[in-house]
């Protein structure tokens, strides 16, 4: 069972910058590949980024590359976005996730664990 916690999320002008947090319960978490997705209103939940249980490997959505960076700290227990030059098309909703399988997917019915999910508003 691992319980994830996402914090950091806020109201940012465009073209600025924000780290999110999710902090996770339990002594299995640098067991479980990590994703951060997102769900604007009226939208269905898309993926975002992920990275490997090492944090040696990470994956991002084409709409984030080479904005937003994902990084974890297994002795801490947390995995991080880090998401600069924000767009107003960035607003949503953002989750993590410990995903299901070895590798990680861009699939949100392949998480197992999610948080509660923190909100991020860009204004224009």
């Known amino acids: 069972q691992v319980q994830l916690v996402e914090s950091g999320g806020g109201l940012v002008q465009a073209g600025g910058s924000l780290r999110l947090s999710c902090a996770a319960s339990?002594?299995?978490?640098?067991?479980?590949?990590m994703g951060w997705f997102r769900q604007a209103p009226g939208k269905e939940r898309e993926f975002v980024a992920a990275?490997?249980?090492?944090?040696?490997?990470?994956y991002y959505a084409d709409s984030v590359k080479g904005r937003f960076t994902i990084s974890r700290d297994n002795a801490k227990n947390t995995v991080y976005l880090q998401m600069n030059s924000l767009k107003p098309e960035d607003t949503a909703v953002y989750y993590c996730?410990?995903?299901?399988?070895?590798?990680?997917?861009?699939?949100?019915?392949?998480?197992?664990?999610w948080g509660q999910g923190t909100q991020v508003t860009v204004s224009s």
């Open positions: 996730a410990a995903c299901n399988y070895l590798l990680p997917t861009t699939l949100a019915n392949d998480y197992k664990y």
């Open positions: 339990g002594r299995t978490f640098s067991s479980y590949p």
């Open positions: 990275i490997r249980q090492s944090g040696g490997t990470t």
